[in-house]
């Protein structure tokens, strides 16, 4: 079955979380913890500083960073020369391997991304080659900030792979498209509701691809009317 797949890149390929941890501590310190999933504020934003918190990870405790800090990161990170192409894979091989199923059921694949310009070369050109230089060749890459359900709906897609739940919420609220849900944590910590509404959660992007790989496989597959047809035909 040729499928049209939209795939996000921060979080569900591409490991923001280490780059942005490696420089906040180069900014702040080795005490310092990014909040989970941790986003590019809004140029509007203004968002007021709070007590600082800490978080307890391993024998000593870490401070995460305040609201203000993280503005300050976000800044610093913009001033990052191809701060996208510096980026480690999730899963190494997982993204070679998308391509290589694209290509072996002709799957339409497309890239969606909220990451912001920074210094050097535009995001979508840092993130296509990114995704060159892992394996997928020729990437359409969309670097957007509307709803991703709307995007689907629009373009018809049958299904989209996040490790977002709000975003998959939204995929299943507004378009026809699979949303999977890349959940690398304990799926009881999924927020409540989000599975009961069509969502598909799986542990690892690998994971999405082996459904994903299935759905094309069993659609190619005769059912019983057709193998009947098939051994009429014959006799």
């Known amino acids: 079955m040729s499928l049209r ?3 996000d890149l921060d979080g569900t390929v591409a490991d923001m979380d280490r780059a942005l941890q490696r420089e906040a501590e180069r900014l702040f ?22 007590p600082s918190e800490v978080s307890e990870q391993g024998p000593e405790s870490r401070r995460v960073l305040s609201p203000r800090e993280v503005r300050a990161l976000w800044s610093h990170v913009r001033k990052i020369e191809n701060f996208w192409q510096t980026l480690d894979e999730l899963e190494p091989g997982a993204v070679a391997r998308l391509s290589s199923l694209a290509s072996r059921h ?11 310009q920074t210094r050097g070369d535009h995001a979508q050109v840092q993130s296509q080659r990114w995704l060159a230089e892992k ?8 670097v957007m ?31 026809k498209a699979e949303p999977i849900l890349v959940w690398r944590e304990d799926f009881g910590s ?9 969502v598909t959660a799986v542990a690892t992007f690998q994971a999405a691809l082996d459904r994903l790989e299935d759905r094309a496989t069993s659609a190619r597959t005769p059912g019983l009317l057709d193998r009947i047809k098939t051994a009429l035909r014959s006799s």
């Open 5 to 7: 797949i939209a795939c």
């Open 29 to 50: 310190g080795p005490g310092v913890v990014l909040r989970a999933q941790t986003s590019p504020p809004d140029d509007d934003s203004e968002e007021q500083d709070g």
């Open 106 to 116: 002709r799957w339409h694949v497309v890239f969606l991304t909220k990451r912001p």
């Open 135 to 142: 394996g997928f060749p020729l990437p359409s890459v969309c």
């Open 145 to 175: 900030s509307h709803s991703r359900g709307v995007l689907a709906g629009l373009l018809d897609l049958h299904a989209v792979i996040d490790d977002r739940p709000e975003t998959c919420l939204d995929v299943a609220a507004d378009s």
């Open 190 to 198: 999924i927020p409540p509701g989000v599975t009961g509404l069509g």
